[in-house]
């Protein structure tokens, strides 16, 4: 990597972020700077060549933002390409830019301490237009005060984007104090706290709403003894900030009927009544990208809407789900619930990561999520482009400084023994690479194969520490057999077709330098035709490292289970444990028949029974459902289609098959 981008690239996510509010035009040029760039490295793969592993949470991410570019494209194309519904459509379109955000800001290398430099801007920006506005007021505070401060744009626009500006920023005060740059810190704390305090004289209702939450996303960054106490702060603090509020607490009066409603409420509440009447129309595709402009003017013009609506508010819903859903329907609200809860729950699942810098990052895109869904309450901030702009730079540049610390993230070595586990038959085209990837993590590897007529055994022998030949008693018991003869305080099972990655060996021996569980899922990443599959059947976790003290495998003959003992603890790995599943499409029908027969003997066994051939069905399309849909196989592209189909047709063979157990035998004829 050349020095220039390292120092670019960071500038104008600073430039984008911290203008944001200064101009909105300064916020869209940095980020088509900066997409453009991402573009030129993704055409000449540079990432890639760096040996960059795409993470599957930022594919899920990407899938997110253009979804719902998507589905406003096929609102804009139903409803016949209106030029009102393009205006629209040119807004969200920007979303499709996530990706080639993503891939700059990777490239560049960008991490948590400069991510939290370019969200203080944010902040900086927001006090600056506060002092500038007083001084053009010759400093008459009273005067500033009397009006709703919005610096020139939509007060709404500059409360909401204030507030979480400065939250974000006192975010980053956490992160500069936890590792020890005080100066910064202070700062950080001093521009949040101050861009909070502006933020409050937008007198926007909706920042009172999201206050609370942002606050708490605080929490996690606190010692666990400090908790309680700053819940209680933040409790306080939320309900001072709403006493002393008098736009919320004649907003509360009126709500409860003691006072007639102001005017920006009422105008609100026919509008969502407007937007949900249009969605319960026509709730599949919805009116359209310019749908619900077209009908507020109608329902103005009819008399079925107050005037004032048609003087200020016919663009859109203010409610982002509901405006979606009058706009494109159940596609709508996906979309929507898609980009607001996906990144909210790639971000979440990191809150409380030992790596202060992912820690940090990981409250700072849950608090960007968080914040617009409660913006969106009473505001359609993804119809605004200064509102979509400035998510998507945010969080894309969030999401790549938090892959990015992931990585740097496990660097210590493992103190504990480890004993690899592998039991083989005529594996001789996978074991080589299985057992130099086990010794990446294992002091001792053991094999034991079930009479192989192929070269696996002489192979075994050269990089295993104990190579057997036994019988075949099942799954369960064969794997038991070989966790007997390990010696090790921990024990790793692989399958011969597994590989352990790099990525994943560097964290599996930085979690075993000081184990925080007791055992250890694994993620998948199948990987067959050519592709590595990140979802569907990669979506599964297997349980394969574990404390070997009082652990025992199932008897089962196949689809064996790890025992672990009551009460001990059982956490999931990031890394991928790269699963070649089968050879090509006829091993794949080859090995598919023998699962599902043998599954259907490990149910007869146990007593299971099924009566009729609705039941093998209904499983079997079950499993195409949770696999290609539910699992996001789709993502997977054909592969991820094919791997559905199949794993729905094991399914079904199974249960089909134990239906046939179930049968009389069939009379075997007295011949001629």
Request: hydrophobic share 45%; charged share 20%; aromatic share 10%.
């Amino acid at each position: 990597m050349t020095r220039l981008p390292q120092i670019v690239l960071p500038a104008l996510l600073m430039t984008g972020l911290g203008g944001a509010l200064v101009s909105s035009s300064i916020l869209a040029g940095a980020t088509a700077l900066l997409a453009i760039a991402g573009i030129a490295l993704t055409v000449r793969k540079s990432l890639y060549r760096s040996g960059w592993e795409v993470p599957k949470e930022l594919r899920l991410l990407h899938f997110a933002f253009w979804f719902f570019a998507l589905v406003s494209f096929c609102s804009w194309a139903l409803e016949g390409f209106s030029y009102e519904g393009g205006k629209n459509l040119g807004t969200h379109a920007r979303l499709i830019l996530f990706w080639p955000l993503v891939v700059a800001l990777t490239y560049a290398g960008v991490r948590a301490r400069s991510t939290f430099l370019a969200l203080a801007l944010v902040s900086l920006s927001v006090i600056a237009m506060f002092l500038l506005a007083l001084a053009d007021r010759n400093g008459a505070l009273e005067k500033l005060l009397s009006i709703r401060f919005g610096a020139g744009i939509n007060p709404i626009s500059f409360g909401n984007i204030a507030l979480l500006g400065g939250m974000l920023t006192l975010t980053g005060g956490f992160f500069f104090a936890r590792t020890k740059r005080y100066a910064p810190a202070i700062l950080a704390f001093l521009l949040g706290l101050g861009a909070v305090i502006v933020s409050m004289l937008s007198e926007t209702r909706s920042n009172l709403v999201a206050l609370p939450f942002l606050l708490l996303l605080l929490l996690p960054l606190l010692a666990k003894k400090w908790r309680i106490a700053g819940a209680v702060v933040v409790a306080v603090l939320v309900i001072t900030t709403t006493v002393s509020s008098d736009r919320l607490s004649r907003s509360f009066d009126q709500l409860m009927g003691s006072e007639q409603l102001d005017k920006s409420l009422e105008i609100r509440l026919e509008l969502w009544g407007l937007a949900w009447d249009m969605f319960l129309e026509d709730p599949f595709t919805g009116a359209g990208m310019g749908g619900f402009t077209r009908g507020a003017e109608a329902a103005v013009a009819s008399g079925e809407l107050s005037q004032r609506v048609g003087e200020c508010c016919t663009g859109h819903a203010h409610n982002d789900l509901l405006n979606n859903a009058a706009m494109s329907g159940l596609p709508g609200i996906l979309s929507w619930a898609f980009l607001i809860f996906i990144p909210m729950a790639v971000f979440a699942r990191n809150l409380f990561n030992q790596h202060a810098p992912t820690a940090h990052i990981a409250v700072a895109g849950t608090m960007v999520s968080t914040g617009y869904l409660m913006f969106g309450l009473t505001e359609a901030t993804f119809d605004r482009s200064l509102f979509l702009t400035f998510y998507l730079l945010a969080t894309a540049g969030l999401a790549s400084a938090l892959f990015t610390e992931l990585r740097a993230s496990c660097y210590r070595q493992r103190t504990a023994k480890v004993s690899a586990t592998i039991i083989t038959m005529n594996e001789e085209d996978h074991i080589a690479d299985c057992l130099r990837s086990a010794r990446l993590v294992a002091d001792e590897i053991i094999v034991l194969d079930s009479g192989s007529s192929d070269r696996t055994v002489e192979i075994a022998r050269q990089y295993a520490d104990v190579v057997e030949v036994t019988d075949w008693p099942g799954f369960g018991i064969q794997k038991q057999r070989a966790l007997d003869k390990a010696t090790g305080d921990w024990v790793l099972s692989l399958d011969a077709d597994e590989r352990i990655t790099p990525e994943l060996a560097r964290e599996i021996n930085h979690h075993l330098a000081d184990p925080d569980a007791d055992a250890y899922k694994l993620p998948w990443a199948v990987t067959i035709y050519g592709k590595r599959l990140d979802f569907g059947r990669s979506g599964r976790a297997p349980l394969r490292l574990f404390r070997r003290e009082g652990v025992r495998f199932s008897d089962a003959l196949v689809h064996e289970r790890i025992l672990i003992p009551e009460g001990r603890k059982i956490r999931t790995l990031r890394g991928r444990l790269t699963h070649y599943t089968h050879r090509d499409f006829g091993h794949s029908l080859e090995k598919s028949a023998k699962y599902a027969w043998l599954g259907s003997l490990e149910k007869h066994r146990r007593g299971k029974k099924t009566r009729t051939m609705i039941y093998p069905t209904l499983r079997g399309l079950m499993t195409f459902i949770q696999v290609y849909f539910i699992r996001f196989g789709f993502l997977d592209g054909a592969v991820g289609y094919l791997t559905a189909v199949t794993y729905a047709q094991v399914t079904f063979n199974k249960y089909a098959g134990l239906w046939t157990l179930g049968r009389p035998s069939q009379d075997k004829g007295t011949g001629s």
